[in-house]
């Protein structure tokens, strides 16, 4: 079955710090990737996407993701944190192939920026 | 611009009664999905619906059944809740081509559901 992997779960850091988050997936086609964050009590927002093209991606506030296929990853980074990215982030794929459309999120990784 | 409205944002349940979550779009969307958010396991997909007339089981239907009433709307509904259907629930919609997405999903501010 088609899956998404976030392995850090939880993470703290100092405000200024670098950020990387991991994704990985299962599924050896056509794939379209997402990065969504959900501040506290809010719906997910997007971050950023990946559709074709430039396998480095920028999104807003900072945020960019490396799509490597060979790897099945799209790991999202920014290169200094503030207390207010935190919030919890998901990555998501949607796989292009099988019967119908599909969104598949990872179980979301907990970002805590201690001022 | 709405984008995609879900009713009700809290609800309270006794075990066995059923309701009616429902989620509207107005981005001309085909796609629409219903996700159910607990801690530590993500979003995980109930059903959702390639277009007007159609639906499919996601990873956890069960207890659920839906309706693509129109283009426009996507409803979710519990026929005997159960305290396991305690989530927070989210509507979303996108465009695609196919089985592939050619724009990102935009979500509701979602329902939380408790059953008692």
């Known amino acids: 079955a088609q899956s998404v992997s976030q392995h850090n779960h939880h993470v703290i850091l100092s405000e200024a710090a670098s950020l990387e988050l991991g994704c990985n997936y299962s599924?050896?086609?056509?794939?379209?990737l997402f990065w969504y964050v959900q501040y506290p009590g809010q719906h997910l927002q997007l971050l950023l996407k990946?559709?074709?093209?430039?396998?480095l991606v920028k999104g807003i506030k900072g945020f960019e993701a490396e799509f490597i296929k060979s790897k099945f990853s799209f790991n999202l980074r920014k290169p200094s944190v503030q207390w207010s990215d935190t919030a919890e982030y998901f990555c998501a794929v949607n796989p292009y192939g099988g019967a119908t459309n599909k969104l598949i999120f990872g179980t979301g990784t907990l970002l805590a920026v201690q001022p | 611009n709405a984008g995609v409205t879900q009713t009700p944002k809290f609800q309270v349940l006794k075990t066995g009664q059923s309701m009616t979550l429902q989620c509207a779009q107005d981005?001309?969307?085909?796609?629409m999905y219903w996700y159910r958010q607990d801690p530590g396991m993500g979003l995980r997909l109930i059903y959702y619906?390639?277009?007007?007339?159609?639906?499919d089981k996601g990873e956890v239907p069960n207890g659920y059944n839906v309706s693509r009433l129109n283009k426009r709307e996507f409803s979710l509904r519990l026929e005997s809740a159960a305290p396991s259907q305690t989530s927070v629930y989210f509507c979303?919609?996108?465009?695609?081509?196919?089985?592939?997405?050619?724009?990102?999903?935009?979500f509701g501010q979602g329902t939380r559901l408790t059953v008692v």
């Open positions: 990946y559709f074709s093209g430039d396998p």
């Open positions: 981005m001309n969307h085909n796609s």
């Open positions: 979303a919609s996108s465009s695609s081509i196919g089985t592939l997405m050619n724009t990102e999903a935009f």
């Open positions: 599924y050896g086609g056509t794939v379209n």
């Open positions: 619906s390639a277009s007007e007339g159609t639906t």
